[in-house]
């Protein structure tokens, strides 16, 4: 049943304030402001949420699900982020496509889901529903042409007989069984330029049992002052209607229009996860539900702990990976980066607000680079569960600093490499590397040109070998000889990355020597591999001419 709908009253003022894809109005009726629409605590507004990644999403340039991987989407929609409605494909596509749709539908019949499996169909009367019906499906989406330009130009015909062809289509549907709700494709275009077609449409139709009329911004270009000024006119135009808004993002508004939409008083919102979607996609799902929960007090059956799960699933799914910082579910969004805001949030939660990382089961993280301070090690140490004393914090902090200096990307899972490296090294200078150039390729031999200050002296030259550390010991071995230096035997070679690094990652390279007294190690530490093991060879020569 059509829950309880808020009739919208137009704006007082043009004044909006947008940010980060959420809307607030500066001035605007009292009756629907945003004080007024949190404070119902007995009743708060529940706003049913569609996605369509599965039908819309698809319609991403270069992105086709696998029967299989439709399954699982809509199995994870349904049961783990709980939304209210999913459409999962358009109708008569193609044999592998009724296959997806006949296993999701075969499923949510079993789960008691059936009636929330929506499809998109065409007016074409048998040919749609027959094909919905086959494989299962109990809604049918019927998408009818939302304006007059559309149904003029794309079908050459005139609203009386669109209205006939609708009738056809919509009185077989529902002889077989099926609900029925109705796209106006392009309707924003199509009030905004014939109203009255529009209107036309829906009172020809108003009474073949169509349960909700979806209104499409089918090219993404509507203001968020335009969406509430329409809609709220067609709410009080059609008041025994129930409508949907279905944005998209061209303009970047997305998000703002769906807020837009719920304060004019509708009660269905479509979107995608990822925001997928045709040309800039639709309203991102993760971001909808939060901004309509945080910012206007709706209440929502989305378990928000799932939205991140769900985003991973289908990215991996669609091949289309979001940007690090995109809202809520981008992998550097609860990522404090300067040290000015780690040290806020260790002595009073200063930065910390309701868009918390644990609302989505997520954890905040403390970004180690240039930019790093005490606060953000200390965090990052509390959650290794690592203790070191201040002397020895401010040593690795300088470190970390200089490998931000040299734009390597710094994880958690470095630290360790950092801190052993640091806590092994000392004050020793006798030899220091000014200038290395190693040269490897493909069924060549690998050669080393080196430069070092030896205590004080300046030496250079070359080597070759089978890889690129083998031809720098071949030169630092020839050139230490004429300084009567032994190098002793090496008698074991350890490289470690951090679990789940990525290519760019820290490598630790420890090296076990056979001196003449004992068997010792040393570490180098470097996203660089051979220069790793280049850094654990010099560290052994400092400690030896100790």
């Not at 609302?359 to 905040?364: E, N």
């Amino acid at each position: 049943m059509p829950g309880p709908r808020v009739h919208g009253a137009h704006l007082a003022s043009n004044r909006w304030i947008l940010g980060n894809s959420a809307l607030e109005y500066s001035k605007i009726n009292p009756s629907l402001n945003q004080d007024n629409l949190m404070s119902s605590k007995a009743q708060p507004r529940h706003i049913r949420l569609l996605d369509t990644t599965l039908r819309d999403g698809e319609q991403t340039q270069g992105v086709s699900f696998s029967s299989n991987e439709k399954m699982n989407i809509a199995r994870a929609l349904l049961q783990s982020l709980k939304v209210d409605r999913i459409e999962v494909a358009s109708a008569c596509v193609s044999e592998g496509e009724k296959e997806a749709v006949s296993r999701i539908t075969s499923w949510a019949e079993k789960e008691g889901l059936a009636d929330r499996v929506e499809v998109l169909g065409f007016v074409d009367y048998k040919r749609s529903v027959d094909w919905i019906k086959s494989a299962g499906g109990r809604v049918i989406n019927l998408l009818s042409k939302g304006s007059e330009k559309h149904c003029r130009e794309q079908l050459g015909k005139d609203l009386p007989t669109h209205i006939e062809d609708i009738t056809r289509t919509v009185e077989y549907a529902r002889e077989q069984g099926l609900r029925v709700n109705m796209y106006l494709e392009d309707w924003s275009n199509g009030y905004r330029d014939s109203k009255d077609y529009v209107f036309g449409l829906i009172s020809g139709t108003a009474n073949l049992g169509i349960e909700h009329y979806l209104l499409p911004d089918t090219l993404g270009l509507m203001s968020p002052l335009e969406v509430h000024e329409s809609l709220t006119d067609m709410i009080a135009s059609f008041p025994d209607q129930e409508f949907d808004f279905h944005p998209h993002n061209d303009y970047g508004l997305a998000t703002a229009n769906v807020l837009a939409a719920v304060q004019a008083g509708i009660n269905n919102i479509h979107c995608t996860m990822n925001c997928l979607g045709e040309r800039a996609g639709n309203a991102s799902l993760a971001e909808v539900a939060v901004a309509l929960k945080d910012k206007l007090g709706m209440e929502l059956s989305i378990d928000e702990t799932n939205i991140a799960l769900l985003s991973r699933m289908v990215e991996n799914f669609s091949g289309k990976w979001i940007a690090a910082n995109t809202p809520i579910v981008g992998a550097d969004v609860f990522t404090q980066t300067a040290g000015i805001h780690a040290d806020g949030d260790l002595k009073g939660n200063l930065y910390v607000t309701n868009l918390s990382p644990e609302r989505f089961a997520r954890k905040r993280k403390y970004a180690l680079g240039k930019m790093s301070g005490k606060a953000s090690l200390k965090n990052n140490l509390d959650e290794l569960g690592i203790q070191l004393s201040e002397e020895e914090q401010a040593r690795v902090l300088e470190r970390i600093v200089q490998l931000g200096d040299s734009k390597h990307i710094i994880t958690s899972e470095d630290l360790p490499f950092i801190i052993a490296d640091v806590m092994e090294s000392k004050d020793y200078h006798h030899i220091t590397l000014l200038n290395c150039y190693i040269n490897t390729g493909f069924n060549v031999e690998s050669t080393a040109s080196i430069r070092v200050n030896f205590e004080g002296e300046e030496l250079q030259g070359t080597g070759a070998g089978n890889g690129g550390f083998d031809a720098f010991m071949d030169a630092i071995t020839r050139m230490l000889k004429k300084k009567k230096f032994q190098m002793p035997e090496l008698v074991d070679y350890e490289v470690h990355i951090p679990r789940g690094g990525q290519t760019n990652a820290l490598t630790e390279c420890i090296i076990s020597w056979e001196g003449p007294e004992r068997r010792f190690k040393t570490r180098g530490v470097d996203a660089n591999q051979v220069m790793a093991a280049v850094k654990a060879t010099l560290r052994m020569i400092n400690l030896l001419r100790s």
